[in-house]
Nanobody, 116 residues
């Protein structure tokens, strides 16, 4: 089974920055697409960013221009978050999806709190 482990949780002031990491048990350069989602208190889990196999990244309108999804040469996915806002407060989840087998894999989540 594919396993994902997020790290980088923390408390940050509005306007600050934070980088999340996600270590996968498989190569992030495999056939999987990779992405980040988040769930704020009282809300459903929502799309944040996704990188497809060719490296193209799509972002939610709410984070475009502030967040950057990237990956290293092996098995780690990153989410660089800049100019953070209180509404970015949520549990952030790493996701891998295999479009050929329709297999979806999730990390356990990491808490990000943006507050003064």
């Amino acid at each position: 089974q594919v396993q994902l482990v997020e790290s980088g949780r923390g408390l940050v002031q509005p306007g600050g920055s934070l980088r999340l990491s996600c270590v996968a048990s498989v190569s992030v350069f495999s056939i999987y697409t990779v992405g980040w989602y988040r769930q704020a208190p009282g809300k459903e889990r929502e799309f944040v960013a996704r990188m497809v196999a060719n490296g193209e990244v799509r972002y939610a309108d709410s984070v475009a221009g502030r967040f950057t999804l990237s990956r290293d040469t092996r098995n780690t996915l990153y989410l660089q978050m800049n100019s953070l806002k209180p509404e970015d407060t949520a549990i952030y989840y790493c996701n891998l999806f295999n479009p050929y087998t329709q297999s979806d894999y999730w990390g356990q989540g990491t808490q990000v709190t943006v507050s003064s």
